[in-house]
């Protein structure tokens, strides 16, 4: 895929926002960039001035005249030409790593900004090549489009210079700039597109490697390796072509250059010499003429620059296209005072097809523990991601404690909900900063209290390294990463907390006892809790029963139990009795 993006823009949108990307680049880096183009500008000067400096030492030195004056002159050229090279060398640099940096730091900065949903159907190993093939690319841009004016600057320069001694050479050199400038004009179109061809590929193949890594359980146990090995490398004929395609174009334009530098060459001096017979020229300006033919030249030889101009462009598109998918505004105000009520008021979350969400109208009162059940597919974790804001709604507004979280302050935001996920990812040095993210300063007692609480202080204590080890390197079961992640919902003793089937994975007798921290151990404070057992459900004060993208109904687990269908729900888990039980049956665990 060329784009990351669910909807991608057109193309004209990539090619205006890669060109916009490029420009905001070099006004990134005006600083360093301006001290190399003074640095350039000297050693350009100097270039200019070495010839006329040779021709003056050697002329002096041909009428037999003192040759301190012109000798001295050429050491200021020399000296002043090696300092400037120096200067302009470090700050060149200079520019290229931070316009690099500073384009990866937007990139990452706007990459986790996004709605959560979009960005998690994103394709990671694509991403990576961007942020550390391509950002290199476009932040090497502003040093090679200096490097070409400059050397742009030198040629016209070297020409002018030719004109002064002898207008003839000027004209016999500007007699082959039309062939050139034809030939380099054909070159940079061919291969921006050539370039477009080879980096999607190369970014098509890194995501394949990354979702075959991904799911690297189910290929080995498919016993799919070798489909997923041709799966893997089905781009590299693309890139093999666009690459061959890539060396043609610039073989076949090389050796036309080549080919034409010396004819211009030999051409200029040819006419420089025959004014040497005829005496309207000095020896010492023969060898001035072809000091400059060369400077001249070298215009033909930024077809290196306009390769790198090629390949920033396409690269600028591909970053350009990260950096305009649209993010969720922060908001700005600050979380008022509160208990913790969370209304969804005509909250709609478009889907595919039809909405995930339709015009939910919720109140959770505050200090609650609400349990919201319902089939499968049906829109559970959706209303959970709205509730803290990881995704915004299509339309209607989610609430805490009044304020639209669209309006929170996000640090604000973040302190106010917390949330466990069925399969957490645990981030940080060691466990106990795993427990800790995002809270620094935490003390150790109140990790290992939420560690505690989640049931999974013993299972951490066991570990050769405890609380110390990496997450990386602790071998936990499903049940205990889980715990882990709940573990780091509790420790932030957040006004409303958020759990979206996040016991899912424990046995029947540890989920009792958890539950029992998330009852007992939270009275007071709201929690909204993603259900698909019937004992959980019981525990709650109110449970919110998803169908169809609406709330079918809502009330106690013992209210809703005499519906056959909500008892359905727990079918399986209850036994085939509960869809035929009749309504008097006591609910198997509310009592
Ligand atoms: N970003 C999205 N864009 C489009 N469809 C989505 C998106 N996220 C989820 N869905 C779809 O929305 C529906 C509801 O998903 P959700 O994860 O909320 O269900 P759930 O009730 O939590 O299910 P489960 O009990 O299996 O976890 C599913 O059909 C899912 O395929
Ligand atoms: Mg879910």
């Not at 950002?135 to 030719?162: D, E, N, Q, R, Y």
């Not at 489909?227 to 004929?237: D, F, K, M, N, T």
Request: proline letters at 6%; hydrophobic letters at 50%.
């Amino acid at each position: 895929m060329s784009d990351p993006a669910a909807d991608p823009p057109g193309e004209p949108a990539r090619h205006e926002h890669g060109d916009r990307l490029l420009r905001s680049v070099v006004r990134g880096v005006w600083a360093p960039l301006a001290v190399t183009a003074a640095g350039t500008v000297i050693a350009a000067t100097t270039a200019l001035a070495l010839p006329a400096a040779l021709a003056a030492v050697l002329d002096a030195v041909l009428a037999g005249e003192h040759a301190y004056g012109t000798v001295a002159a050429l050491v200021l050229v020399l000296v002043l030409a090696a300092a400037a090279e120096v200067v302009s060398a470090v700050a060149g640099a200079t520019s290229t790593a931070s316009a690099t940096e500073s384009l990866r730091l937007r990139f990452i900065a706007r990459l986790l900004s996004l709605d959560v949903a979009r960005a998690r159907r994103l394709p990671a190993g694509e991403l990576a090549n961007r942020l550390v093939s391509n950002t290199a690319t476009v932040g090497h841009i502003p040093l090679a489009l200096l490097h070409a004016m400059t050397g742009i600057l030198t040629s016209v320069g070297g020409l002018a210079a030719l004109f002064v001694i002898d207008w003839r050479a000027g004209a016999a050199f500007l007699a082959g700039v039309p062939v050139a400038a034809v030939v380099v004009r054909l070159f940079v179109s061919r291969v921006s597109d050539l370039y477009d061809r080879y980096q999607d590929a190369q970014g098509r193949l890194a995501a394949r490697l990354t979702d075959t890594l991904a799911g690297i359980r189910t290929v080995r146990a498919s016993g799919t390796t070798d489909r997923e090995i041709a799966r893997v490398l089905a781009p590299l004929p693309e890139l093999s072509a666009a690459g061959h395609a890539l060396w043609r174009a610039q073989a076949r334009s090389v050796w036309q250059i080549t080919l034409l530098l010396p004819l211009v060459e030999v051409g200029v001096l040819a006419v420089a010499g025959l004014g040497v017979a005829d005496g309207r020229l000095e020896p010492g300006q023969l060898v001035a003429v072809a000091g400059y033919t060369a400077l001249a030249l070298a215009f033909f030889e930024q077809i290196d620059m306009l390769l790198d101009v090629a390949h920033a462009r396409s690269a600028a598109r591909r970053v350009g296209d990260v950096l305009a998918l649209p993010a969720p505004a922060p908001g700005t105000r600050p979380l008022p005072d509160g208990p913790g009520a969370l209304s969804f008021r005509g909250v709609t979350v478009a889907g595919d097809d039809a909405p995930l969400l339709d015009d939910v109208d919720l109140e959770i009162p505050a200090g609650v523990l609400a349990a919201v059940v319902g089939r499968s597919g049906v829109g559970k974790s959706t209303l959970a991601l709205l509730a803290g804001r990881l995704i915004d709604p299509d339309r209607g507004q989610v609430l805490l404690d009044g304020l639209p979280l669209r309006e929170l302050d996000p640090r604000a935001l973040r302190g106010a909900v917390a949330y466990a996920f069925e399969r957490p990812v645990l981030l940080g040095d060691d466990l106990a900063a795993a427990i800790a993210y995002g809270l620094p300063g935490t003390g150790h007692a109140a990790v290992r209290e939420a560690a505690r609480a989640a049931h999974v202080d013993d299972v951490v204590r066991r570990l050769p390294e405890g609380y110390g080890t990496p997450p990386g390197a602790a071998p936990l079961s499903g049940g205990e990463i889980q715990r882990l992640g709940l573990a780091r919902a509790l420790v932030r003793r957040a006004r409303l907390t958020v759990l979206d089937d996040a016991t899912s994975s424990l046995d029947t007798a540890t989920e009792a006892r958890v539950t029992l921290a998330l009852t007992e151990g939270m009275r007071g404070r709201t929690r909204l809790l993603v259900a698909h057992r019937a004992a959980t459900a019981a525990r709650a004060d109110l449970v919110v029963w998803l169908d169809g993208g609406r709330i079918r109904a809502r009330g106690t687990h013992r209210e809703l139990w005499r519906d056959p269908d909500y008892r359905a729900l727990f079918a399986a888990e209850t036994g085939s009795s509960a869809r035929t039980s009749s309504e008097e049956e006591p609910c198997p665990a509310g009592s």
